[in-house]
């Protein structure tokens, strides 16, 4: 089984950031996902296993950047300009092959990490 471990998440205020990563090894897509409480988990971001493509729900392009270090093992999220509505559980996914934005294509899956932005 592959093992994936999110941190990172916390308390912050409106327009502050945050870096959340995922520990993740082997040739895998990586993506986040975020479900913010009674809503559906949606797409965030993905990688590709060697990191050079990547792909981000039209509404976080610009303030958020995926982006991995195979090195260390390492996924990050980079979050800017964060807002109350970021608010969410996010979570790390895994899937062989090319990256997508349907979480269904997903095999394996982090347990989440909190993010709560106050206004």
């Known amino acids: 089984q592959v093992q994936l471990v999110e941190s990172g998440g916390g308390l912050v205020q409106a327009g502050g950031s945050l870096r959340l990563s995922c520990t993740v090894s082997?040739?895998?897509?990586t993506a986040w996902f975020r479900q913010a409480p009674g809503k559906e988990r949606k797409f965030v971001a993905a990688?590709?296993?060697?990191?050079?493509?990547?792909t981000y729900a039209t509404s976080m392009k610009g303030r958020f950047t995926i982006s991995r270090d195979n090195a260390k093992n390492t996924v990050y999220l980079q979050m800017n300009s964060l807002k109350p509505e970021d608010t969410a559980v996010y979570y790390c996914?895994?899937?062989?092959?090319?990256?997508?934005?349907?979480?269904?294509?997903?095999?394996?899956w982090g347990q989440g990490t909190q993010v709560t932005v106050s206004s």
């Open positions: 990688v590709t296993w060697g990191g050079a493509g990547t």
């Open positions: 082997g040739r895998y897509a």
């Open positions: 996914a895994a899937r062989p092959g090319a990256l997508s934005p349907h979480e269904q294509e997903y095999t394996y």
